[in-house]
């Protein structure tokens, strides 16, 4: 009697056990992305708006895919700094055994830790640096889904010299992206028979730009051209350009990093009427960013803005999740890059597709900054369609 007892319980115990011994057997381990970017110093803000779009992307689309469950880990280049950058994508993938890098805000900073996903064989994301083709031929596991800085600068030059402007003046910040954009922009502007009157390049951070601005007007041309990296700095621009009252007289053209819908509203009444060009507005009209923007106001409220950094990491997001659904949270690095290449994506900022470099093909926008129920947003109003990086 008793023995049979023991017995029962024995197998009750077995019987009940069984499903939680297989359930741990299957468990697969999380699926691990470590995210490099700058969150702290003067480009701290790209840190806030990466980390904001991963939060709305997995509120919206779950912690799980392919029945791994997903794992954010961030790490602070505290600004331009490839070889932190370097240093933590090392470490990265060989203590955190990261899946995935993505992030990289600046240009330098992917640089940097290019070498580390060939070496380590592990797929990188780059999410905003936004440097020349040099960039994804760094490493054949690098996918871009952000820009090139060619890319949004060609057609603003097309642009300009189809719409009466025949002289301009570049302004660019002092490395690699500024150089790129001063390049696109002249390249473009005189194949179309513009005329460049001057070119200088200001320091990347905390630049003073009045004597810039006042030595590009003297030049009288019919406009200055000016890319500057997004945030403090763009910001900066524009307030010189209005505290100095050369609004009225000298017509400034820009790409879009400076017109951030994020810092627009701060930038305030002087960027009214600023023509500029990029590949992602709050503004833009489509199902798909309606969707988006709400969900970043029903996590952030009414006042949340959604830019350029957060579009590319929605994206960037949805690429890592579809890649490891379609290798059964596998990831293998020849793998994913072959699904990343032949992505269609229906993104916020419009379709997203592809070229052979990895690199990002997407549409490009013409924008006049206008005030909309008290807020100032970029609107579109011209399409260059399916626009490549131009290359070297
Ligand atoms: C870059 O460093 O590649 C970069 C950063 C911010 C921008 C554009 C490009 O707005």
Redesign the pocket.
């Known amino acids: 009697m008793k023995r049979r007892a023991v017995l029962g319980t024995l197998l009750a115990t077995l019987i009940c056990s069984a499903p939680l011994l297989a359930s741990a057997q299957d468990q697969k381990p999380p699926l691990r992305i470590g995210i490099i970017t700058e969150m702290s110093g003067a480009f701290a803000d790209y840190g806030r708006q990466v980390k904001s779009a991963v939060d709305v992307f997995m509120k919206e689309h779950g912690d799980t895919v392919a029945g791994r469950k997903v794992e954010v880990l961030y790490r602070d280049t505290t600004g331009p700094n490839p070889e932190a950058a370097r240093r933590q994508a090392q470490e990265l993938v060989s203590v955190e055994k990261v899946d995935f890098l993505a992030g990289f805000?600046?240009?330098p900073n992917a640089m940097g830790a290019a070498p580390i996903a060939t070496a380590s064989k592990t797929p990188m994301i780059i999410m905003?640096?936004?440097?020349t083709s040099s960039i994804v031929m760094r490493s054949p596991y690098i996918v871009r889904v952000s820009f090139t800085?060619p890319q949004v600068t060609a057609p603003l030059a097309e642009w300009a010299a189809d719409n009466g402007i025949k002289t301009v003046y570049t302004l660019v910040s002092d490395y690699g992206?500024g150089h790129d954009a001063e390049k696109a922009f002249i390249t473009a502007f005189e194949a179309k028979g513009g005329k460049i009157v001057g070119s200088v390049r200001a320091p990347m951070a905390n630049p003073e730009f009045g004597p810039y601005l006042h030595r590009a007007a003297d030049a009288k041309p019919d406009a200055i051209f000016a890319f500057v990296?997004?945030g403090d700095t763009g910001v900066q621009l524009l307030k010189a350009y209005g505290d100095r009252g050369l609004k009225d007289s000298m017509r400034l053209i820009t790409t879009g990093?400076i017109t951030d819908d994020v810092f627009l509203n701060r930038i305030g009444d002087v960027a009214l009427g600023l023509i500029t060009s990029h590949h992602y507005s709050m503004a833009h009209e489509s199902p798909e960013n309606e969707k988006f923007v709400s969900a970043y106001k029903s996590m952030f409220g009414a006042d949340a803005r959604t830019n350029f950094y957060m579009a590319a990491t929605w994206d960037g997001m949805g690429m890592m999740y579809e890649i490891a659904r379609q290798l059964n949270g596998e990831i293998d690095a020849d793998k994913a890059i072959e699904i990343a290449k032949g992505m269609k994506i229906n993104s916020p900022r419009g379709p997203v597709s592809f070229d052979e470099n990895r690199d990002v093909v997407q549409n490009v926008y013409i924008r006049r900054v206008e005030r909309r129920d008290g807020e100032l947003y970029n609107i579109e109003f011209e399409t260059y369609p399916d626009v490549k990086d131009p290359g070297k």
């Open positions: 805000g600046l240009t905003n640096a936004a440097a800085l992206p990296p997004s990093d």
